[in-house]
Nanobody
Framework: QVHLVESGGGLVQDGGSLRLSCAAS????????ASWFRQAPGKEREFVAA????????YYADSVKGRFAISRDNVKNTVFLQMNNLRPDDTAVYYC?????????????????????WGQGTQVTVSS
């Protein structure tokens, strides 16, 4: 089992910045992709950003492009989400996830089913 632990959430004002981190319990060389999803009350969990672990290619939801940046530290087995220009509608519980390459087919970075392990979530609240 791979355990993922998020941290860095909190309360920030509209327009502020926050950096989330997600530490993995095991070496990440076997992970194909890491991602961040978020879930606001009464809404479904939605894709935020993803990164290919080996190559570092990144993918973003349209709503966060230009504001958020995902990155990873292979040595520290950690994935980050730098969030800038935060808006009140960014308020949600943010979850990190790790996925292994599945047999056959194209990897869908924004699909929940591609991820095998999930963190417990960290609350991000943006006040106006």
């Amino acid at each position: 089992q791979v355990h993922l632990v998020e941290s860095g959430g909190g309360l920030v004002q509209d327009g502020g910045s926050l950096r989330l981190s997600c530490a993995a319990s095991e070496r990440t060389y076997t992970i194909y992709a890491a991602s961040w999803f978020r879930q606001a009350p009464g809404k479904e969990r939605e894709f935020v950003a993803a990164i290919n672990w080996r190559g570092g290619d990144t993918y973003y939801a349209d709503s966060v492009k230009g504001r958020f940046a995902i990155s990873r530290d292979n040595v520290k087995n950690t994935v980050f989400l730098q969030m800038n220009n935060l808006r009140p509608d960014d308020t949600a519980v943010y979850y990190c996830a790790a996925g292994y390459r599945k047999y056959g087919g194209e990897y869908s970075y924004s699909a929940r089913y591609e991820y095998d392990y999930w963190g417990q979530g960290t609350q991000v609240t943006v006040s106006s």
